[in-house]
Each structure stands twice: as structure tokens, then as C-alpha cells.
């Protein structure tokens, strides 16, 4: 064999092994996946909202406060249990998680390949930062700090972007929970709808607490009520 059908076959042996290792899955991703796929299985039973809506060049602010009314179809449902000031109408509650659940199911899959940065600093403790950019049309960029031993979640900031419709960014800070899992305990997010007839601007502030597992009757399709506390 001449050098150069060598050089060549080294070379090919050298690309088909790296991609042999691209496609080998991050242990440490999986079980960042883990941890959110155990999450999921959870609610909140109450969310405090605080949020600020620019629409119609009004500003209004309002202070929601959400409970955990059951679930149907594996998905939480929730009621509002408050709201300052008293709306002239009545509301209905926006669940921020129902909301992202496609965005967040596209992001974390262990075939996701995200770039992996070790020993990065987050406030007093050391982390391993996860980033990822996924989709075409609808854009996902996701920056992920998890405990390198466990995976266990520290803080998520996501950006959704679909053009001509809506942009989202949500920063989200996590603590430990039931069974080893993270749970979200502080989430702000920041949106802009882009759509003719319904352009609007604004925040919410969140605050998740009580985290209930999901009844076993609610991954059967029908509809089941929260436990008591």
C-alpha cells in the first residue's frame, strides 16, 4: 500500500471513529435527562405569578396566585386561586410549563448532542455547563448548569424563538426536591408575541413550590384531583 491509500485509510478510519464517538451519548447529559424526564412526573401545587403585560400601549401588572386543581391526560391542570387586582373578567390561568413542554421535549433527549464545558463556577459552587441550539424554524437555545457527579439540575436559561410568531427567554433556578430530584423553584420569563391582533410584550416572575408526584390514574387519560396536604 502507497502512502497516500494509506494516509487516505488513515484518515477514514479517524473520521468514521469520530463519528462513532459523536454518537456515543454524554453520560453526564443522560442523566441531566433523567432528571428532568423524573421532574416531569411532578407539579407544582402552587405557582405565585407576578407579572407585568405591555399590550395596546397599556402596561398592567398583576400578582396570580395558581393551584393545582388535577391532572388530565398526564398534563397538570391548574385554577386560580387569586388575582390582584380583581380582573373585570374572568381569567384563565397561563401555565408557563404547558406552555414550553414541546420547546423543553426537543431539548432534552439523550440524542441531543450539546457542547460540554467542565469546572465552570455558578455563584460558590462547580458546575458542568450544558449548551445546545436545536430546531430551524422553531429555534431553541438552552444553557444548562448540572452537578457533575449527578446531573442534578442547578439553573436552565432557554431561548424559543419561532419568526413572525413569538420569542421567549427563560431563566430558571433549581432545588433539590423528593428522590433526588431538582425541581424549579424561581423561573423569570420574558416574551414578546409577534402575531397581527394579538402583539403583546411582558414578564412573569414565578415561584414554584409543594411538588406532588402525579397520580397513577392520571397517566390513564382520566382525570385525577391532588392529593390533600
Same mark, same amino acid.
Given at each position: 500500500?502507497?502512502?497516500?491509500?494509506?494516509? #487516505?485509510?488513515?484518515?477514514? #478510519?479517524?473520521?468514521?471513529?469520530?463519528?462513532?464517538?459523536?454518537?456515543?451519548?454524554?453520560?453526564?447529559?443522560?442523566?441531566?435527562?433523567?432528571?428532568?424526564?423524573?421532574?416531569?412526573?411532578?407539579?407544582?401545587? $402552587?405557582?405565585?405569578?407576578?407579572?407585568?403585560?405591555?399590550?395596546?400601549?397599556?402596561?398592567?401588572?398583576?400578582?396570580?396566585? #395558581?393551584?393545582?386543581?388535577?391532572?388530565?391526560?398526564?398534563?397538570?391542570?391548574? $385554577?386560580?386561586?387569586?388575582?390582584?387586582?380583581?380582573?373585570?373578567?374572568?381569567?384563565?390561568?397561563?401555565?408557563?410549563?404547558?406552555?414550553?413542554?414541546?420547546?423543553?421535549?426537543?431539548?432534552?433527549?439523550?440524542?441531543?448532542?450539546?457542547?460540554?464545558?467542565?469546572?465552570?463556577?455558578?455563584?460558590?459552587?462547580?458546575?458542568? #455547563?450544558?449548551?445546545?441550539?436545536?430546531?430551524?424554524?422553531?429555534?431553541?437555545?438552552?444553557?444548562?448548569?448540572?452537578?457533575?457527579?449527578?446531573?442534578?439540575?442547578?439553573?436552565?436559561?432557554?431561548?424559543?424563538?419561532?419568526?413572525?410568531?413569538?420569542?421567549?427567554?427563560?431563566?430558571?433556578?433549581?432545588?433539590?426536591?423528593?428522590?433526588?430530584?431538582?425541581?424549579?423553584?424561581?423561573?423569570?420569563?420574558?416574551?414578546?408575541?409577534?402575531?397581527?391582533?394579538?402583539?403583546?410584550?411582558?414578564?412573569?416572575?414565578?415561584?414554584?413550590?409543594?411538588?406532588?408526584?402525579?397520580?397513577?390514574?392520571?397517566?390513564?387519560?382520566?382525570?385525577?384531583?391532588?392529593?390533600?396536604?
Amino acid at each position: 500500500m502507497n502512502l497516500k491509500r494509506r494516509y #487516505l485509510c488513515l484518515s477514514l #478510519l479517524g473520521a468514521v471513529h469520530g463519528i462513532t464517538l459523536a454518537a456515543q451519548p454524554d453520560p453526564l447529559w443522560e442523566k441531566v435527562v433523567q432528571q428532568y424526564k423524573a421532574a416531569d412526573n411532578y407539579a407544582a401545587k $402552587e405557582i405565585r405569578q407576578n407579572i407585568t403585560v405591555e399590550k395596546d400601549q397599556e402596561t398592567r401588572h398583576s400578582v396570580v396566585r #395558581l393551584q393545582l386543581s388535577g391532572w388530565k391526560d398526564n398534563t397538570p391542570e391548574y $385554577e386560580i386561586f387569586s388575582i390582584d387586582p380583581a380582573p373585570k373578567e374572568k381569567k384563565k390561568p397561563m401555565n408557563m410549563d404547558a406552555m414550553l413542554k414541546d420547546a423543553y421535549r426537543q431539548v432534552f433527549s439523550t440524542t441531543a448532542q450539546p457542547k460540554r464545558s467542565d469546572n465552570v463556577r455558578l455563584g460558590e459552587q462547580n458546575a458542568t #455547563l450544558f449548551e445546545l441550539d436545536e430546531g430551524s424554524l422553531q429555534k431553541v437555545s438552552l444553557q444548562l448548569w448540572a452537578e457533575p457527579s449527578t446531573g442534578r439540575i442547578l439553573q436552565l436559561k432557554m431561548q424559543a424563538r419561532m419568526p413572525m410568531a413569538f420569542e421567549a427567554s427563560i431563566s430558571t433556578s433549581y432545588r433539590p426536591g423528593p428522590d433526588g430530584i431538582s425541581f424549579p423553584a424561581q423561573r423569570q420569563t420574558a416574551f414578546e408575541i409577534h402575531i397581527p391582533f394579538k402583539k403583546a410584550k411582558g414578564s412573569f416572575d414565578e415561584a414554584l413550590s409543594q411538588w406532588e408526584a402525579r397520580p397513577a390514574s392520571a397517566s390513564t387519560g382520566t382525570s385525577a384531583k391532588p392529593a390533600s396536604p
